[in-house]
Nanobody, 115 residues
Framework: QVQLVESGGGLVQPGGSLRLSCAASGSIFSAYDMGWYRQAPGKQRELVASIASGGSTNYADSVKGRFTISRDNTKNTVYLQMNSLKPEDTAVYYC?????????WGKGTLVTVSS
């Protein structure tokens, strides 16, 4: 069992930055592939970025060059650094941990990009 708790969301102006954190507890964090997803009002949840247990990363085209995912296995935490934020980045951001057939989700943190 893994518990995931996101933090770091909030209101930011276009062009600004935020760093999201996802703290994990309850299992061997380093063995999990981790990902950040987002869901905007009226839209389906989509993958933003992922980082495998071995460290390889993957990004949605819409965030490449602006967002960076990273993990600190000593702190059981995965991060999403978001720069050059746009209004279309507004969404609830969710953290997901996956290992084999097991998958766990956090409850999400709201990011609002608005002037």
């Amino acid at each position: 069992q893994v518990q995931l708790v996101e933090s770091g969301g909030g209101l930011v102006q276009p062009g600004g930055s935020l760093r999201l954190s996802c703290a994990a507890s309850g299992s061997i964090f380093s063995a999990y592939d981790m990902g950040w997803y987002r869901q905007a009002p009226g839209k389906q949840r989509e993958l933003v970025a992922s980082i495998a247990s071995g460290g390889s990363t993957n990004y949605a085209d819409s965030v490449k060059g602006r967002f960076t995912i990273s993990r600190d296995n000593t702190k059981n935490t995965v991060y999403l650094q978001m720069n050059s934020l746009k209004p279309e980045d507004t969404a609830v951001y969710y953290c997901k941990g996956k290992r084999g057939s097991l998958a766990y989700w956090g409850k999400g943190t709201l990011v609002t990009v608005s002037s």
